[in-house]
């Protein structure tokens, strides 16, 4: 299981956000939905289903994120991602 960098709980799936259009045909009661999704690419957030806090924006990353099931590599990714942010700085 996945821990969450932000609340640090143990997550199974992120809630993925997408926008673009969905095409319904309306026939003034009911809508039915005609073809896929068009994904924009405009928003694409991966969050946590536990806070809500938008972890990723790349399908990729999310994956990476969800396979690793090893929290200590996490909280050494964490750190390290900390250290260079901290060099970055001074
Ligand atoms: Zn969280």
Redesign the pocket.
């Known amino acids: 299981m996945a821990i969450?960098p932000?609340?640090k709980?143990e997550?199974e799936h992120l809630n993925n956000y997408v926008s673009g259009e969905a095409k319904y045909i309306f026939d003034g009661e009911s809508y039915n939905q005609d073809g896929d999704f068009q994904n924009n690419e405009k928003v694409n957030d991966y969050e946590?289903p536990?806070?809500q806090?938008v972890?990723f924006t790349d399908e990729e990353k999310a994956k990476e994120f969800l396979k690793n099931k090893d929290e200590l590599t996490n909280i050494m990714e964490e750190k390290m991602k900390q250290i260079k942010e901290n060099k970055n700085v001074s």
Do not use: Q
């Open positions: 969450c932000k609340c709980e997550i946590c536990e806070c806090e972890l």
